[in-house]
């Protein structure tokens, strides 16, 4: 090492003590990435400390004169180039040690996490060699110039200084004009940083083995200093650190699915070939605690994106579509962290609480302009797909990876379009779980697909009022058992009639939506018999959406039935629901207007009111009226005297009226 005069020193060492973040920075940046975050911000530091030189005598030439110097150096360039020169040798030693100043024992330290850009930079540069990312460092964190920089670097011994440089004006283009901006950032600021525990107890216990108890003491306290909050507890702060630290990820064992009490995402084991990758998992969990800005946040309605307040459940960590994807689990939301090469992150959170075997059966792990992929539970023996726009065609199979991941599925056309098809996928549970169903899930634009559901009036079970709310799952995490698939010939035509109208749903967080076949009515004048469908569409949130269509004879079975009305926030048509009536004017083919409506099982009459004045003893109406533009109320009679007003009608949406 270079021995200087003591003016040297103290020029040395002002600079050392002016300049410290910005060297720290340049080392940091020319260390090699292969270290890690951690080690290399303890040897960034380090290796700054160590460029401060020794100070020492120049002899003289014994019977002459003192020895002729050049130009001293300042004090700042002679720091700069001892910590380019050390930073350097870490390039042949990878191995080498760290510098054993500064020591800071039990904690990890990490950089502030930066956006995408920031981390496709420390990509790029994590694939060059030192002298590249020396002479990257020297343009944008120190403003020399192509002369200078070339000085500086064969000065710190870099054997091809041009060609460093050459490298680096290549890297430089690729990533982009704001390499500098980026540079700066707090991505690659070792002197502001994160810090983390490391396992104080296995610690503790290594170094009572090496009989070293009141060393072991003193570095318990250390770290409680550093992590505490003011002296208090550290409890609540370890907490928190907790929930961000990979290692700590919940994962269920790979085969505990098929025995467990819960079949829902509690049962799902870890998947995806990243799942071990904790440097990913650790940069998901600190951008869902903390987002760096130009993070796209995404929220089904109704779900919170507060951080994890303990460790989450790791479900899938792999690549999907050159898209790096993380999904986590915390019992009530999935969170989906997404990390393209050339964008900036993504979280989606979705409400999953109290899900099932089919509210848990898949989730979205994928998503591109006009497709989807579902990652399948592990109770998913097998997938098919269909149109339901086509429900004479028969289903089609699609491949899935080992993983669980699918092929590519064409996603539901959006709102404004025209909605020529609408694809669906049934599931098919494995008998592992003690039973073996098919059911009908559709990708309305959040992480849990929407299950669909059918039933018709008269049939045990078969997914009406009497099926629960929650489409077909009881309150925690069961199911009840008969309610109501979309299968058949009658179910299928019902839905192609009605697919469309999910568009209306996009984005309104979904769980289930079960078309209910309440009533049949004929119709006058030989018209035809029509069909009378309340669609329940439940969220994860709790509230209900029932709109109530007529569906009469049609050229064509993907002709739309007709709303006759609609409710927000009611449990009609649900589990908990009182019985529904629906009422149109409808015109028959002689032009003649007609006054029409239907109630459901439990309604045992109906009473018009208005510009029509009649009564029946059955559930069902149809009498002659005056154009649809006069106004007429219907009012269903209730078996226990009581009464329920028309859906879509004069009153609270989705109240029964008083009797």
Known sequence: MDERTRADIERAEAAIVEHYPRLVRLGYLVLPPSLGRHRRVLAAHGLVQRALPRAGRRRRRRGGLPAQRGPAPS?????????????????????????????????RLFPRAGGVDELALDRALSAVPAPVRAALGLWHLEGLDRD????????????????????????????????????????????????????????????????????????????TAVVGDGGGPPRQQTAAE??????????????????????????????????????????????WAAPPPGTRITASAGTSTRPPDQPPRLLYAGLIDNVMVAVFHDGDRLVRYAEPEDATPTLHFARVDNAGVTSGGALVIGRGNGWMRYLLAPWISGITT?????????????????????????????????????????????????????????????????????????????????????????????????????????????????????????????????????????????????????????????????????????????????????????????????????????????????????????????DATGAVRTTTTTPTLAVPAPPAAAPAEVWGRLGDGGRVRAVGRAGPAGRPSPP
């Open 75 to 107: 004090g700042y360039d002679l720091v700069r180039l001892r910590t380019l020169r050390l930073a350097l040798s870490y390039e042949s030693l990878p191995a080498r040690p760290l510098p054993l100043v500064p020591y800071v024992g039990g904690l």
């Open 386 to 606: 269909r149109d339901l726009l086509a429900p004479n065609a028969p289903e089609r199979g699609l491949h899935v990876a080992p993983d669980g991941v699918t092929d590519r599925i064409p996603t539901p056309p959006e709102s404004g379009g025209a909605c020529g098809s609408w694809p669906v996928a049934r599931l098919h549970t494995s008998a592992r779980i003690g039973e073996t169903r098919g059911f009908l899930v559709s990708d309305l634009g959040d992480l849990a697909p929407v299950h669909l559901m059918y039933g018709e009036a008269g049939r045990a079970g078969a997914g009406g009022p009497g099926a629960d709310a929650a489409g077909g799952e009881a309150a925690g995490s069961g199911e009840v058992a008969g309610s109501g698939e979309v299968a058949g010939a009658a179910a299928l035509h019902s839905w192609a009639r009605t697919a469309c109208s999910l568009r209306a749903l996009r984005g309104d967080g979904v769980r289930s939506v079960n078309n209910w076949a309440y009533a049949r009515q004929s119709l006058p004048e030989g018209g035809g018999s029509v069909t009378w469908v309340c669609a329940r569409a439940d969220t994860w949130r709790g509230p209900g959406r029932v709109t109530v269509q007529f569906q009469p004879p049609a050229a064509r079975p993907t002709d739309p039935g007709r709303i006759a009305g609609g409710a927000l926030n009611t449990a009609r048509c649900g589990r908990f629901g009182r019985p529904v009536v629906g009422d149109v004017h409808w015109q028959a083919k002689s032009g003649k207007w007609y006054l029409l409506a239907a109630g459901s099982p439990g309604v045992t009459g109906l």
């Open 242 to 287: 907790q929930a961000l630290d990979p290692a700590r990820l919940l994962r269920a064992p790979n085969e505990q699915w098929a025995g467990a009490s819960r079949v829902d995402f509690t049962a799902w084991p870890p998947r995806g070939h990243e799942a071990g990758d904790r440097e990913l998992l650790g940069r998901a969990l600190r951008v």
């Open 148 to 223: 200078a920089a070339r000085a500086v670097l064969v000065a710190a011994g870099v054997e091809d200084p041009d060609e460093a440089q050459r490298a680096a004006a290549a890297l430089d283009r690729a990533t982009g004009a704001g390499a500098a901006a980026l540079l700066n950032s707090g991505e690659f600021d070792p002197c502001t940083v994160q810090t983390r525990p490391t396992d104080l107890l296995r610690r503790r216990q290594r170094v009572r083995a090496a009989g070293v108890l009141a060393a072991a003491v003193a570095l318990v306290a250390a770290v």
